[in-house]
């Protein structure tokens, strides 16, 4: 999702939590800032357990 100000990534999952999908969120985002993008916030989205995890992007910057 892009707005004017930010730029929000949400992966679905269906799943259970892995350490892969986090790296794999911080990956999109990492490839979002090398485009120029700025203020990425990422997260994903467990459907099944009604989870958001946030993942942490300011190891990004």
């Known amino acids: 999702m892009l707005s004017d100000e930010a730029m929000i990534v949400v992966d679905f999952k269906f799943g259970k939590p892995e350490k892969k999908y986090r790296q794999q969120v911080a990956m999109y985002c990492e490839l979002l800032l090398q485009m ?3 203020n990425i916030s990422g997260y994903l989205w467990y459907v099944d357990d009604k989870q958001i995890d946030a ?3 300011a190891q990004l910057l």
Do not use: A, P, Q
């Open 55 to 57: 993942i942490n992007t």
């Open 36 to 38: 120029g993008y700025k």
